[in-house]
């Protein structure tokens, strides 16, 4: 009977599909409509894995099962598979995945870190409701660094997870990922970012009517760096490749969250456990500087030039590097920008300084969004109307 009842909900959900007319929807029916069929699409998902979990309780293969019903590879089905089993125990979680309230990813990324740390369940949970994907990943991240640092295994963990790996695609490209501990990693980015600066800054001297991409340029840094080593193609190397800060904000100190030293992070905004701070301490090439966030004295700083004091730009990075728009959550890229335009009289201070990515900053360049912030410090993204049309 209940065989007959999931067929018979296919073909409704089919036959629904079928008769779905997209071209007929307007702004917030069309929104509307995203919506409910994503919600479909995860109780949907949650329900083949529940499917999945008894195939294999009766001595079936459940990750071949899930890799040819749902035409994806061997690994992305195991990857699924394992979710449920990741997800015992975890009442709340799994409840609200099989809701329909959460992604595979988010409840991959929750049920982790309720594994590091069983308290923070709930109040993972009401993000996920209100944020956007990449904050709650932010999040559940942060809570299993913090479970691992306050257990002194964080650095030693990052050690053993280092890996490289690389392959050729259907071009001939050759592609690699991999990870590598956050000095090791921070040392090859601020390498990479300021050779890529240098071919910006050529590319725009030379006046080329194609400036490369940010992606192009840093991968001809990596190769510049793998060809000549770590100097400038001259032998030569300009300061320190890593700058480690120790971010200690006032009200986080009074509220008792962090103690002066305790929390180090590269100038890239990239934490880094206690335990690997003595090791990267060794490398001559690696300064140290402790930045002192106060946000009263900050929020005092107010400049009527473009220019940013560098107080205010430590401000800046300790409030977090994401793109400010709703929604968008980039954090590669970024631009600072004034929420009211410096050319309309906006002042150069912390509260009119947002950082944007590069796409929702040209659309505000351009005049067709504005971005602005309400009394209690949301912001939000609208389309100006252009002139002619209705608002």
Known sequence: MKEFLVSGLRELVERTADEFEPGELGVLTAERAVSEWAAIERIACAAKLRSAARAEDIGLDAEQAVANASGVTSGQARKQTRLRKKLTGKTQTADAFDKGELSTTQADAIADAVEANPDAEQSLLDLAGRASASDLLSECDRVKRDALDADGTLAARQREARAFRSWTDGLGMTCFSGRLEPVAGAQMIAEMERRADRFYRAQVQAKQQTIDTLEQRMADALTEIVSTGSGNGNGKRRGPRTMIQLLVTKAAVERGFIQPGEKCETAQGRPIPMGAVDHA???????????????????????????????????????????????????????????????????????????????????????????????????????IPRAGKQA
């Open 281 to 383: 301490l060794l490398d001559p090439d690696t300064k140290v500087e402790e930045v002192v966030f106060d946000e009263v004295d900050v929020r005092a700083i107010i400049s009527y030039k473009r220019y940013r004091p560098a107080r205010l730009q430590d401000a800046l990075n300790a409030r977090g590097r994401v793109c400010a728009a709703p929604g968008c959550g980039r954090t590669k890229g970024l631009q600072s920008d004034h929420t009211e335009d410096f050319a309309k009289g906006g002042p150069t201070c912390a509260t009119n300084l947002k950082w944007l990515c590069y796409y929702h900053h040209d659309l505000k360049t351009r005049g067709l969004y504005r971005l602005w912030e309400d009394e209690n410090g949301t912001c939000h993204w609208d389309p």
